[in-house]
């Protein structure tokens, strides 16, 4: 079992930065990748950003590619997800997601590969 509990959502003005953090419980969270989806209202959830286990690889959608970093320290327990030039069709609830498969980062974009999730975090950007 592992809970997750994200936290640093909030309200920015478009062109500005967040950062999300998501606090894992649990001795074995390097056995998981880490992964990052938003749900805008009456939309889909969809795939942001995922790291591996290690740190190693990242996996981001051309949406947010060049303007988001996930990143993840494993002796905290706690991955993060840095957003820059953040843009009003970024809002959305954030929730983080922690998955045992492995297989290529390319691979983990899909909800259904997710065991475990956070509760969500919201993130409005004003224009």
């Known amino acids: 079992q592992v809970l997750l509990v994200e936290s640093g959502g909030g309200l920015v003005q478009a062109g500005g930065s967040l950062r999300l953090s998501c606090a894992a419980s649990g001795r074995t969270f390097s056995s998981y990748a880490m992964g990052w989806f938003r749900q805008a209202p009456g939309k889909e959830r969809e795939f942001v950003a995922v790291i591996s286990g290690s740190g190693f690889s990242t996996y981001y959608p051309d949406s947010v590619k060049g303007r988001f970093a996930i990143s993840r320290d494993n002796a905290k327990n706690t991955v993060y997800l840095q957003m820059n030039s953040l843009k009003p069709e970024d809002t959305a609830v954030y929730y983080c997601?922690?998955?045992?498969?492995?297989?290529?980062?390319?691979?983990?974009?899909?909800?259904?590969?997710?065991?475990?999730w956070g509760q969500g975090t919201p993130v409005t950007v004003s224009s």
């Open positions: 997601a922690a998955s045992s498969t492995i297989a290529p980062m390319t691979r983990l974009t899909g909800k259904a590969l997710y065991e475990y």
